[in-house]
């Protein structure tokens, strides 16, 4: 783009789930001028092949490789953070895996003040987004931007998973996006013609030959620019370069749950002992900025398996592999068209419960280490769940004035009694579900952490020391009505002029899932917002 234009009607600031929608729908109305900044690459070549998500989950260059503050709930680690930096930004690195939530969640949002959140209204936005072809009525939406399939590929461990649930008691459920989340099913993907359907391919790239669309990447937005109560643009920078942008209407902060609290404390919003402690000039004083930080903590178990077809250990190593990508590029099939996960379960740990309270994924690989993700010499699968809705409430606040520097990132896991005894009970039914009856003729055994970790206290201390996020930061920009809020219910920074906040960071509450399909529908959300605030 051209450096020189310094003035857009939008400023959209994060080419990420959220952001991409906004600036593709902003486009729409072609009197409408629309800057992105992104601080990453354009997409990376290999983003399209599903499986890309084991290559980017530590990688330098298209993941921020974020990391905690040891706690000691959580035996003092530093437990990583990947989050997407490419146009398209976590859905570019994602695991693929849709879920819209539970009506709870959204009906809980407009229960704590949030008008036009309920499940009522959002369930008509994410009917808006999918383009869900295997659709078995019509709750679902089948002609939207966003593709998604059900998995398709024939492995013995699915249906024998289905039954050791149902064993158990628990349903199968044919859609669990559907009006019931509950029970056992395949999963549905993010995923068309093997292909990832993340935001940059689904929302900006038809918005590309629309003329009044200005991306820009590698630029990273430094801080706000904001004068008596209203932000009239932003400072970005390209290498050492610095650029100021203005904005004749509005700048919408779409930097995702960490980066976008960060932005505002950078640039005097927030509370204001953290501001003065960073040396940063207080211009308003919102202390609920980077609070309410929710993420799921996720518990993951491996086992060595029996049955060889029943796992794809072979498929990912040695000539096999090749073979493998072969067969990816010449028909989009196979290993590297796979998500993350293959069947979920969403169940209660607890009958008394009206809605499932914790979620399993089930998936036909094991790995020697999460980082490397090296397949197993030995076939074998793993199995990892969390509790949906965690009561531990952490948070993120800049470290310095500096914007390089990462922020103080503090998941406050496990500090919550009953958080902990789900996350145990969890792990319990985890096992209970491979280690059923119609199960025994593909399992082995347990590789890790294996049985001597069976007693409540054992298991504990075994999250205390493994468990890591289910990659989905949440919450820090908390959408509502009260002093412990940032936005309001049409995600405008309280108090601020022409600032809208739309990312993961407003949700309440974390959605009953994992989070990609909610942030695309905040999107979606915040485009009819400023769309019709703007007439
Ligand atoms: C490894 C991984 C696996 C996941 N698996 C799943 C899954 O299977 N299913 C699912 O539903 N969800 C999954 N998620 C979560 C989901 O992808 C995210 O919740 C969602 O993409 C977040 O959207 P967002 O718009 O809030 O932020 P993001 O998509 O992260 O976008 C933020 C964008 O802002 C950019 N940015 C940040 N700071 C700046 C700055 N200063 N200047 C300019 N640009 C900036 C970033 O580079 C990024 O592109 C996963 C996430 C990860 C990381």
Request: glycine share 8%; hydrophobic share 35%; aromatic share 8%.
């Amino acid at each position: 783009m051209n450096h020189k234009i310094k003035k857009f009607d939008y400023i959209v600031i994060g080419a990420g789930s959220a952001g991409s929608v906004i600036a593709s729908r902003l486009t729409e109305n072609a009197g409408n001028s629309v800057l992105l900044v992104e601080a990453g690459k354009s997409e990376h070549p290999f983003a399209r092949m599903p499986m890309s998500f084991g290559l980017f989950i530590n990688k330098p260059g298209v993941n921020w490789r974020y990391q905690s503050e040891p706690e000691s709930a959580t035996a003092n680690r530093n437990i990583p953070i990947p989050r997407g930096k490419m146009v398209g930004g976590s859905s570019s690195i994602n695991g693929l895996v849709y879920v819209r939530g539970q009506s709870l969640d959204y009906d809980t949002w407009a229960q704590y003040g949030n008008k036009g959140w309920s499940w009522e209204e959002v369930s008509k936005v994410f009917k808006k987004i999918e383009g869900y072809e295997d659709a078995i009525d019509d709750y679902r939406g089948t002609s939207g931007p966003l593709g998604i399939s059900e998995l398709s590929d024939k492995n013995p461990l699915y249906e024998a998973l289905f039954k050791s649930a149902e064993s158990l008691g628990y349903i199968r459920n044919k859609d669990y996006n559907g009006p019931n989340q509950e029970g056992i099913a395949r999963i549905q993907a993010t995923i068309r013609n093997g292909r990832r359907m993340s935001t940059n391919y689904c929302y900006l790239r038809p918005a590309e030959k629309r003329g009044n669309l200005n991306v820009i990447t590698e630029a990273q937005a430094q801080k706000l620019l904001v004068k008596d109560k209203k932000c009239y643009g932003i400072i970005y920078k390209i290498n050492n370069e610095v650029f100021h942008v203005h904005s004749n209407k509005e700048v919408i902060l779409s930097a995702g749950a960490i980066a976008s609290p960060q932005i505002l404390e950078l640039s005097g919003i927030g509370n204001p002992k953290i501001l003065m402690k960073n040396e940063i000039e207080v211009l308003h004083d919102l202390p609920a900025v980077g609070e309410n930080f929710q993420d799921h903590f996720m518990a993951r178990i491996q086992y060595k398996l029996k049955l060889r077809e029943a796992s794809y250990n072979h498929k990912g190593r040695g000539l096999n592999k090749l073979g493998e990508i072969i067969k990816y590029v010449s028909s989009g099939k196979g290993l590297f068209s796979m998500p993350a996960a293959s069947v979920i379960a969403f169940l209660k740990t607890n009958q008394n419960i009206e809605n499932p309270n914790i979620q399993i994924q089930f998936i036909p690989f094991s790995v020697e280490s999460l980082r490397k993700r090296v397949f197993h010499n030995f076939p074998g699968m793993a199995a990892a769940c969390y509790q949906l809705r965690p009561n531990s409430l952490g948070s993120i606040h800049i470290s310095s004035n500096n914007p390089n520097d990462y922020p103080s990132i503090k998941f406050n896991f496990f500090n919550d009694e009953t958080d902990k005894k789900t996350l145990i009970d969890a792990v319990k039914i985890m096992r209970s579900i491979v280690e059923a009856e119609p199960m025994n003729h593909i399992r082995d055994h347990e590789y890790s952490p294996g049985k001597l970790v069976s007693s409540d206290i054992e298991i504990e201390e075994f999250i205390r020391e493994n468990a890591e996020t289910g990659f989905h930061p949440s919450g820090t920009c908390r959408m509502g009505p009260g002093s412990n809020t940032v936005v309001d219910d049409r995600l405008k920074v309280h108090g601020i002029n022409g600032l809208r906040v739309a990312d993961a960071s407003i949700f309440p509450t974390i959605p009953s899932g994992n989070t990609n399909a909610a942030c695309i529908m905040v999107g979606e959300k915040a485009s009819e917002f400023i769309k019709s605030d703007n007439i």
